[in-house]
């Protein structure tokens, strides 16, 4: 019963979500999709990596080390085949 009233208080104390754009009003063209996320796309990927390494008092250069990145990747289209693998973008648009 104790662990219900703990996570009854932590319910209570979590701090209320921020406001979307769209509920605040800003308008935008077309609907949100089932998630109202990125991933609702067709032919959009996501993927993220996150690395923790090290704990204690931060020490420039050495750590502990808390980081991250997220990559977003449009499928392949008739118009724009995907790239050899190994291959750098040249930053110019086809």
Do not use: C, Q, Y
């Not at 104790?2 to 979590?14: E, K, M, Q, T, Y």
């Not at 063209?29 to 067709?42: H, K, L, Q, R, Y």
């Not at 420039?60 to 980081?67: A, Q």
């Amino acid at each position: 019963m104790w662990i219900l009233s703990v996570l009854l208080a932590l319910a209570a104390a979590a701090p209320a979500p921020r406001p979307r754009a769209r509920d605040l009003g800003v308008p935008f063209d077309g609907t949100p999709g089932t998630w109202n996320a990125i991933t609702d796309v067709p032919g959009v990927a996501v993927g993220h990596e996150t690395i923790v390494s090290g704990e204690g008092k931060l020490v420039v250069g050495k750590g502990p080390v808390r980081t991250g990145v997220t990559a977003l990747r449009a499928a392949a289209t008739r118009t724009a085949p995907r790239p050899p693998r190994g291959s750098r973008s040249t930053g110019t648009a086809r």
